[in-house]
């Protein structure tokens, strides 16, 4: 069974910074892996899909890697807002789609 | 843009009910997706499915069937709801195995 571990469990930091957020997956035939952010008793929103031929994907401020043979992938977040303060999910598609515990960052004014 | 939408935003059940969750997608996904979400757990697997009337266990589908009749929906029932099924419940869709998932906007269920 696929399992998904992000790391920290929670991040904060003053505006402005640029960040780093840690995923990693114990099968690496995955089909593809996915940057989700969720506000506070919301659904969930995909930021970046990654597919699995490929090793990077960016987005504005945003930017994914993948190294499928590690188990790894990071999400960047250049010059950070308050408005980027939320939960940031990474999942793991298989057959099925398997989700990390998530990072909560806040961002301080 | 891909809609999936989730019945109720919030829902109040006794225990013992029979307690049903719907799902709906509008972009004709094959792919559909059960998952509940507990603080300090993260999203958990249900049940997923991979077409219409195909159906898959998760990690926790004790307590819990699904329902795929029409290739847009996704039912998720709790055959006799009980406290320990309070939670956040969200469905998701994919087109297939290599592309990007949608989720609906959730469901907070409460078992009294």
């Known amino acids: 069974k696929q399992e998904v571990t992000q790391i920290p469990a929670a991040l904060s930091v003053p505006e402005g910074e640029n960040l780093v957020l840690n995923c990693s997956f114990t099968?690496?035939?995955?089909?593809?892996l996915q940057w989700f952010r969720q506000d506070p008793g919301k659904g969930l929103t995909s930021l970046l899909l990654i597919q699995s031929s490929q090793r990077e994907q960016t987005s504005g401020r945003l930017n994914a890697s993948l190294d499928k043979s590690s188990g790894r992938s990071t999400l960047y977040i250049a010059a950070s807002q308050p408005g980027d303060s939320a939960t940031y999910l990474c999942?793991?598609?298989?057959?099925?789609?398997?989700f990390g515990a998530g990072t909560r960052l806040t961002v301080k004014p | 843009d891909v809609k999936v939408t989730q019945s109720s935003r919030y829902l109040v059940k006794r225990t013992g009910e029979k307690v049903f969750l719907e799902c709906v997608q509008d972009?004709?996904?094959?792919?559909m997706f059960w998952y509940r979400q507990d603080p300090g757990l993260g999203l958990r697997l249900i049940y997923f499915?991979?077409?219409?009337?195909?159906?898959e266990k998760g990690d926790i589908p004790e307590g819990y069937s699904v329902s795929r009749e029409k290739k847009e929906r996704f039912s998720l029932i709790l055959e006799s709801a009980s406290t320990n099924q309070t939670s956040m419940y969200l469905c998701?869709?994919?087109?297939?195995?290599?592309?990007?998932?949608?989720f609906g906007q959730g469901t907070r269920l409460t078992v009294v």
């Open positions: 972009m004709d996904h094959e792919n």
């Open positions: 499915s991979y077409d219409v009337k195909m159906k």
């Open positions: 998701a869709s994919t087109l297939g195995r290599g592309v990007q998932a949608f």
């Open positions: 999942a793991a598609r298989i057959s099925d789609m398997r």
């Open positions: 099968d690496s035939a995955i089909y593809n």
